[in-house]
């Protein structure tokens, strides 16, 4: 069966640190994943996607993530947190059958320290 | 353009009332997911629709949910006899072509 792992629930920084959020996934397949990030009161955005090709992937507000095979991750990361970054971060995967719903992991909080 | 919306923002009931939730989505999305979030299940997938296509209804988590899509647009929720179980944030996507699906702000549901 389809799974998302992230293992921290929740990870405090200072602002300017670097930012690496661990994700591990459990699919069959080559597995389209996403990263997702949830603002206090706020729906999900699209921070970034992996399909195929080129295993690392920019996303939007300066973060990356690459995807490695042999390891089932797929983690996250920015290498200069702002304190507007403090939310909370969804990893999924794409079920590949023809509704692509979503598989989610349980998110991590990240807290920002000034 | 406008993103998709979803109301009432909030709901408060009372154990055993039918409440229905309501999803607009992007125009012209063709697909359009439900989603529950909830403190112990985390975020989990309800129903989809796509076109004119039977819904797929495996995430539907006992024979009180329901859900019906119009017209290929607005979609609604409708949970009967409501338990305090049932309280979480429901979440509404829609998604075009590739794969990204667009999320609502959520309808967040409070069972007394």
């Known amino acids: 069966a389809q799974s998302v792992t992230q293992p921290d629930i929740h990870i405090t920084v200072s602002e300017g640190a670097s930012l690496e959020l661990r994700c591990n996934y459990s699919?069959?397949?080559?597995?389209?994943l996403f990263w997702y990030v949830q603002s206090p009161g706020q729906g999900l955005q699209l921070l970034l996607k992996?399909?195929?090709?080129?295993?690392l992937v920019q996303g939007i507000k300066g973060f990356e993530a690459e995807f490695k095979r042999s390891q089932s991750s797929f983690n996250l990361r920015k290498p200069s947190v702002h304190w507007s970054d403090a939310a909370e971060y969804f990893c999924a995967v794409g079920v590949m059958d023809s509704s692509y719903k979503l598989i989610f992991g349980s998110g991590t909080r990240l807290l920002v320290r000034p | 353009g406008a993103g998709v919306s979803q109301s009432p923002s909030n709901k408060v009931t009372e154990k055993g009332k039918d409440v229905e939730l309501r999803c607009d989505p992007i125009?012209?999305?063709?697909?359009l997911y439900w989603y529950r979030q909830s403190l112990g299940q985390g975020l989990e997938f309800l129903i989809y629709?796509?076109?004119?296509?039977?819904?797929?209804k495996s995430g539907l988590p006992s024979d009180r949910f329901s859900a019906e899509r119009t017209g290929g647009s607005v979609s609604t929720l409708t949970i009967q006899r409501t338990q305090q179980e049932d309280s979480a944030v429901y979440l509404c996507a829609s998604r075009l072509i590739g794969h990204e699906q667009f999320f609502g702000p959520g309808t967040r549901l409070t069972v007394l």
């Open positions: 629709f796509q076109g004119n296509s039977a819904p797929d």
């Open positions: 992996y399909f195929s090709g080129d295993t």
């Open positions: 699919y069959g397949a080559t597995p389209y």
């Open positions: 125009s012209g999305h063709t697909a």
